[in-house]
Structures are given as C-alpha cells and as structure tokens.
C-alpha cells in the first residue's frame, strides 16, 4: 500500500513564496475600453492566446498595443516578437508606444484653479512629440524582433527565448545567494583582483540580461499551414510537442504569450436539412453574418487558454444593407466595425464576451461609441 503524500506546511509555501518573487502582474492592456472590458482588463499573463482572424481584421496592432502597454508597466522586462512574416514595422511599434506613453496620467495633467484642480486635455498634458518618440525609441531597446521561415525556426526561436528565461533566474539567484551569503575571504593580491573582475563581469551580464514577459509570434499559421498540406499528421505531431513546451515555458514563467493565428471561411453544408445555409456548429462567432473560423482545427484549440476571434460587421443599418442588400453596386463600399469576441477561457469565465472597436489611421485602437 502506497503511503500518503505529507502534508505541506502553510510556512514552507509562505517561504516558496517569498523566495520567487515573480508573480502575474496585470493583464496587458489593449489600450482600448471595449476591448479590455471582453477581456477583463487585457491579455492574461501565464497563459497562450490565441488570437485568430482575417487579414486586416487589427491582429498585428491589437498585439503591438499589448506590447507597449507591457514595456510601459514592466519597466525591467521586455517583449520577443518572433515574426513569420516579415512585416513587423518597429516605426508601427513606436508610434503605438508614444500613444500609450501619451494617455499616462502625469503632474501635468491636473491644474489647480483655486480650490478646484482641472483635468488638462489629452492633446495639451501629451508633452511634444518628439520626447515621446525619444521615450518610445527608448524602450525599443527591450523589443527582440526574430525573423524566421519555418516551423522548425519558430520552435528554434522558443528555444532561445527558454534559454534566455533560464539565463536570467540564474543570474538572479545567484544574485540573491551573494546577498544572502556575504562572507569575505582571505587570499593575496591576484586572487582579490581576479575576483573582483569577475563580480564586474557577472553585474554586467545581469544588467544587460533583461527577463522576457510577453512573446507575440505573428503569425503561426502562416509557417505551420504549408506542412498540413504535405502531412498533416507529421505537422499535428509537431504542433503538439512545441505548443506544450511553449505552454510550459509561458506558465513558469508568468509569460503574455499571443499566438496569432489565420482564419477560415466556412463552406455551405451539403446536409440537405441546412440547404445551402451552414451548419450551426460551424460558426464559431455569435454573429450569425461572421462567415468564418479560427484555422489549424480543432487539436490547436485544445493547446491553448484563451480564443480569442476577430471579424467585422456593418457599421450602420445603411451599411447592412449595402452589405447584404441584393444590389451588388454597393457591395464594396459599405463601412464596418471590427469586433472582438472571446470564443474559449479555460481558467475564467470571459467566453462569450464581445467588444467592437475602430481602427483610427495613426493606429490608435477606439471602441465603437467611445467617441460618442
């Protein structure tokens, strides 16, 4: 008969826990209420998601709000972006940090006016633009962009990042062991020497050495959907294995990881009880008009934490009807609005949450009826 597990001490964990200070901090921030609001206050840390939609649906500037909202409030940690594409634009990133830098409360934003302090405007508490774009080039320097071509890149990338994660609690215990034990030693000369280079050199390697919070890897499907068409079960295979060793990574290291993923059409059933309608359970979104679907199946779906979907709807009644109206005049000139829906939460209770945002031409993210 196999003993019992002995319990654990409230002390032991209590001591755990003080000896890992690192801990979730707040969910990254999109920048945008709406958006926030589905999301409950952003994109979780320690977990994967998913965030799937067509081309040009706000994947990309979503994720670079998240971004810069992480290098804002982690001032010590920095972001890996992995990019399968080959159209990550640092002049895009900036220009969304110096947004985000700009909406800080500040001294400066409140004036007194007697008793009474005024809240100054956005545009005049902002500063220049040009000590925004000095602060936002600044954090930069915490952005590690790799550019790859494949899978087997993408899995090479997150094995560099494990490898630098790894590298920095190191440093950091190793830090904290100095602290704790500071016991000097009697020796000559060179021995003094040597050892005081060597502290230069280990204080040097921790500064530079930051610890990597949020991985965006845009876009994953992008690498892995060209191996599905030769075999698909090889690439499932392959997904799998790396999907959970970046799962593990991300949830031991209180990681933001986003995944951005493709979109798919659905196709007309051939069930004649349906007609030419889809079936039901194909259509992922509430939207009953979003023709669409995250890509990768269903196996990609079981590995993450979160599903999160984007699609677009008409934005008035006038543009529901050129939208979906007979006349195909007018089909293309109709105006939308991006959407934002949670479609799977696997620790939380946001599944079913929607947000619907606008996307303005300096990339700042606006939730529709904000600026009503």
């Avoid at 920048?31 to 409950?40: Q, V, W, Y």
């Amino acid at each position: 008969m196999v003993d019992p597990a002995p319990p654990i001490l409230g002390l032991a964990l209590l001591s755990a826990t003080i000896s890992n200070p690192k801990t979730a901090p707040d969910p990254a921030s999109t920048g945008c209420i709406t958006l926030d609001k589905a999301l409950r206050g952003g994109f979780r840390y320690g977990e994967i998601t998913s965030m799937a939609g067509a081309s040009g649906m706000g994947k990309t500037l979503i994720a670079l709000h998240a971004a810069a909202s992480h290098l804002i409030s982690c001032t010590k940690s920095e972001v890996a972006i992995i990019d399968t594409t080959g159209t990550f634009s640092p002049l895009r990133l900036r220009n969304v940090i110096s947004h985000h830098i700009s909406q800080l409360p500040t001294s400066e934003s409140y004036r007194q006016s007697g008793y009474v302090y005024e809240k100054v405007p956005a545009n005049a508490k902002a500063g220049s633009s040009e000590s925004l774009q000095e602060k936002a080039t600044v954090m930069l320097d915490r952005v590690h962009v790799m550019r790859v071509f494949d899978f087997p890149g993408v899995v090479e990338a997150i094995g560099e990042v494990s490898e630098r994660c790894e590298e920095y609690d190191r440093l950091q215990n190793d830090g904290h062991r100095r602290e704790a034990v500071d016991k000097p030693e009697v020796g000559n000369s060179d021995d003094g020497e040597r050892g005081t280079v060597e502290s230069e050199i280990n204080a040097r390697e921790h500064s530079l050495l930051g610890d990597i919070g949020m991985i965006i890897i845009d876009n994953i499907s992008n690498v892995i959907s060209s191996m599905m068409s030769k075999n698909q079960t090889s690439a499932q295979a392959l997904l799998t294995t790396s999907l959970r060793s970046l799962h593990h990574l991300t949830t031991s290291h209180n990681i933001c990881t986003l995944l951005l993923n493709a979109a798919v059409s659905l196709t007309p059933s051939t069930n004649s009880t349906y007609g030419n309608s889809f079936r039901p359970s194909d259509n992922a979104s509430i939207f009953s008009s979003t023709n669409g679907r995250p890509a990768l199946g269903r196996t990609y779906a079981f590995l993450i934490d979160t599903s999160v979907f984007l699609s677009s709807i008409p934005k008035t009644r006038e543009d529901a009807e050129m939208a979906y109206g007979s006349s195909g005049d007018a089909a293309g000139r109709w105006k939308g609005v991006g959407i934002l829906e949670v479609l799977k939460d696997r620790y939380g209770d946001r599944e079913g949450g929607w947000g619907a945002f606008e996307m303005e031409p300096g990339g700042e993210l606006v939730g529709y009826g904000q600026k009503l």
